[in-house]
């Protein structure tokens, strides 16, 4: 994936924020770096792994008493 | 005598023998605060009068013999991190947009920590909103590490380790997301704990990624930490992550003996970029815990690799979900009229956060977008669960692991604002350890040749403190690392 100042700007737009020019040239050429760093993950293979959110199981609203 | 020397454990004798007042020990404190903050300036707010009556009233409850049994925090002041909720003093994250946010509601670990009667002087200087490892990205004045003024402090609880570094506290609280509590603790020559996730509350954190963050101690030695654990731990109905087990008393860890402990250490791991001085103090450090007994076993983390990538994606991504509450619209200062609801979105994001937030929060959501999500954010949490089973493998044989906290010591202010990819790096040793939950612990091991201390890492598996504990204070009672201070440049 190459990341451009159109594709940083668009998902500043989804994401609510503002950005200058300058930020979103700056922005796009470090993490056009960062995901080519974070793309080394590809090598590994994941197949038939289950994905891990939270390490125990989080309690529910239902765990909890009613209480004032 | 100055007091705002001793450590907790040596304060509570003094205090339980009557022989210094809480008051005393508070004015030596806040004294010491006057005197060093112009040089580290590790403080956001502070609350000197209210900090003295705190104090004082502990003083008379003791002196009616109200209470029984002192807790062992009783009169001891410390300090907070500044993205802990605290009612009668402000939280700001070190954030502009929070520099006014006055909470209606306190953190659990605030809580308990008043019930202990320890006495709240300040909150304490970070990253904002705990993002960043340097200190640097603050919007207030940044913190200087104890050791060396033009170095960092380290991050994101660079407030916290550094005013216990310079005797301004006697313990803080910090939290640590990927090694915030860990990194800033060995920059500064302290111990820092990072303990099992879910052991203690963060209700009344302000949260960077939920599934990582964790609350923990910054201490002078080992038996503090011990200390400030036992007052900190417990169940908490208020956050959804806690942990329903009972906790030890932390302090029966506190044993001289590593005898028979297994100990894996990963020379894969350490075969990175790693500093001379970093390795000889981790591998002096090995050496004694094999001649005291202890058996050292190489270990294999397949995955240990991946662990920063996998970091940056499900942290940014947690972020990115967790900083939507701060659109301008519940806090944030006075800016005029601002027609539309997306407009004051957009000017928050303008001008009221900071560069390294709002990365963050596009790495996370083009991580989460829908054309990226199964290759980024779903890969990532693949990758977790393959690196949580390597842990999960290697402790079936294992009381712990050992590996140096950082691959360096404190580096100086602006050398890595230019390098994303070496300061994630700088986190290799660290982030596993929320990945998977586990609990951590930085101690003092040494000095590298400029003076700067370093920190040694011990990880234990799920609530194996007690394995953490143990290897710890045999390593400290059997060296002098962690009684070395800093030489500060306007001593009182």
Request: one cysteine or more.
């Amino acid at each position: 994936m190459k990341l451009t100042a159109q594709y940083i700007e668009s998902m500043a737009k989804l994401s609510r924020l503002e950005l200058t020019e300058m930020e979103k040239n700056a922005y796009a050429k470090e993490l056009d770096e960062v995901f080519r760093y974070i793309d080394k993950l590809q090598q590994v293979n994941t197949d038939g792994v289950q994905p891990t959110d939270f390490i125990h199981v989080i309690q529910t609203i239902r765990d909890r008493k009613d209480e004032k | 005598m100055e007091l705002y020397k001793l450590t907790i454990h040596e304060a509570r004798e003094l205090l339980r023998k009557r022989e210094i007042s809480s008051r005393e020990l508070t004015k030596s404190v806040l004294e010491r605060i006057r005197a060093t903050e112009g040089e580290i300036r590790s403080f956001i707010s502070i609350d000197f009068n209210n900090a003295l009556k705190q104090a004082e009233r502990f003083d008379k409850m003791q002196k009616k013999s109200e209470l029984h049994e002192l807790p062992d925090l009783a009169g001891i002041p410390y300090g907070l991190k500044d993205n802990i909720c605290t009612r009668n003093m402000r939280t700001t994250c070190a954030s502009r947009i929070m520099e006014y946010f006055s909470p209606v509601y306190e953190g659990t670990v605030v809580k308990k920590l008043r019930d202990s009667h320890a006495v709240l002087i300040g909150k304490l200087n970070m990253d904002e909103f705990a993002i960043g490892s340097s200190g640097e990205t603050s919007i207030f004045p940044h913190t200087r590490n104890p050791w060396s003024a033009d170095r960092v402090p380290g991050g994101s609880s660079g407030g916290s380790a550094a005013s216990v570094a310079a005797d301004q506290l006697l313990f803080s609280l910090g939290s640590d997301t990927g090694g915030s509590i860990r990194q800033p603790s060995s920059f500064c020559g302290i111990v820092g704990m990072k303990p099992t996730f879910g052991a203690v509350s963060c209700f009344g954190l302000v949260p960077f990624a939920t599934s990582l963050d964790q609350i923990g101690p910054l201490c002078k030695d080992v038996t503090d930490c011990a200390i400030v654990m036992n007052a900190i731990t417990g169940f908490d109905a208020r956050d959804k992550a806690s942990a329903k087990i009972k906790h030890p008393d932390y302090t029966t860890f506190l044993i001289d003996d590593v005898s028979c402990m297994r100990i894996g250490f990963s020379q894969k791991w350490m075969a990175g970029n790693l500093n001379e001085d970093v390795r000889n103090a981790i591998e002096k450090a090995k050496a004694m815990f094999e001649d005291m007994g202890a058996v050292i076993e190489e270990v294999s983390l397949p995955h240990i690799e991946y662990a920063v990538p996998v970091y940056f994606l499900i942290s940014s991504a947690e972020a990115s979900y967790n900083l939507t509450g701060v659109d301008g619209i519940r806090m944030g200062y006075e800016k005029g009229a601002i027609p539309e609801l997306d407009e004051l979105a957009e000017y928050v994001g303008m001008h009221e956060l900071g560069s390294a937030v709002k990365k963050r929060i596009l790495l996370g959501n083009i991580a989460l977008c829908s054309e990226h999500y199964e290759t980024y954010y779903m890969k990532a949490l693949k990758v977790r669960t393959l690196i949580k089973q390597d842990f999960a493998q290697a402790f079936e044989k294992l009381d712990l692991i050992l590996s140096p906290t950082n691959p360096d010591t404190a580096f100086r202010f602006g050398e890595m604002q230019d390098n994303i990819v070496k300061m994630y790096e700088y986190d290799a040793f660290t982030v596993p350890v929320n990945l998977a939950g586990l609990p951590a612990m930085s101690i003092p091991c040494g000095f590298d040749s400029k003076g700067l201390p370093i920190g040694m890492q011990l990880i234990g598996k799920h609530f194996g403190e007690e394995a953490l504990f143990r290897a710890a204070y045999t390593f400290e009672q059997n060296t002098d690392h962690h009684l070395k201070s800093p030489l500060l440049r306007h001593p009182q």
